[in-house]
């Protein structure tokens, strides 16, 4: 008799044991830096404070996974909307007081080709497809502990290289790459004193002074002509004087 009583009132036990864990320890906040939307690549962190939700010394898993629109109601139900291949690199295991962080977390544009995705991978998280971080204990079974970000978008990464450019009238800026983005100051190296050249924004011809005839040629000329007119002057005179 006393066996059958406790396999009857084992389950309302576990039950009631349950229900109490669950409204003595509440899922905790997720704090994520920096908050807002990412670009792909962008490297974040996550951290929970201290906790009796999550159970001490339990490995945590971080993973990104669909969340269409961005809704609440629309947060994975399982494994089956998150991308497995962007499970955190390193072990993060949850501290004695429930608490953990991750630093350097990486989230992408999905699906992507770093990860060695093909274009019709699923999840898809872009500039238009919202998508949410899994943080818990258990990705396969989600009624194991685990919270969620909040809603995010992703762009591509920039894949620009910074230039030093001028602007003109604002003065020099860092250029992108953009199509049509010009230099407007530059510096000759390589070259002698005499063969320098220097262009600025209100000048582009070259600094050489004076590259044409010197100023005096003219005068030059006209008294070389006469040195050769009077020499064959002289020399008819010696000639005929001599005859």
């Known amino acids: 008799m006393g066996m059958a009583f406790i396999a009857l009132i084992a389950p309302w036990v576990a039950a009631v044991a349950s229900a109490q864990r669950a409204g003595a320890s509440a899922p905790p906040s997720l704090n994520v830096s920096p908050q807002g939307n990412y670009r792909d690549g962008q490297a974040i962190s996550v951290a929970v404070g201290p906790n009796g939700y999550f159970t001490p010394h339990a490995r945590i898993n971080v993973i990104e996974c ?23 690199g390193n072990t993060i295991l949850v501290g004695g007081d429930g608490s953990f962080s991750q630093t350097g977390y990486t989230v992408y544009l999905l699906p992507s080709s770093s990860l060695g995705e093909q274009g019709n991978f699923k999840p898809v998280c872009n500039q238009t497809n919202y998508c949410v ?27 620009t290289t910074t230039t030093s450019a001028s602007t003109g009238s604002s003065g020099s800026s860092a250029s992108t790459g953009t199509p049509g983005a010009q230099t407007t100051s530059t510096t000759t190296t390589g070259v002698g004193p005499a063969d320098s050249l220097a262009t600025s924004a209100g000048n582009t011809s070259a600094a050489l002074a004076n590259t ?4 005096d040629s003219g005068w030059l000329l006209l008294l070389g002509i006469a040195l050769l007119l009077s020499g064959g002057f002289g020399r008819r005179r010696v000639i005929r004087g001599g005859r």
């Open 212 to 215: 044409g005839p010197p100023a």
């Open 133 to 159: 971080l899994y943080v818990g204990q258990d990705q396969n079974d989600f009624t194991a502990p685990k919270v969620f970000s909040a809603p995010f978008l992703i762009a591509p990464g920039s894949g």
């Open 66 to 88: 669909a969340d269409p629109g961005g809704l609440a109601s629309n947060l994975p139900k399982d494994i089956t909307t998150c991308d497995g291949n962007t499970i955190q």
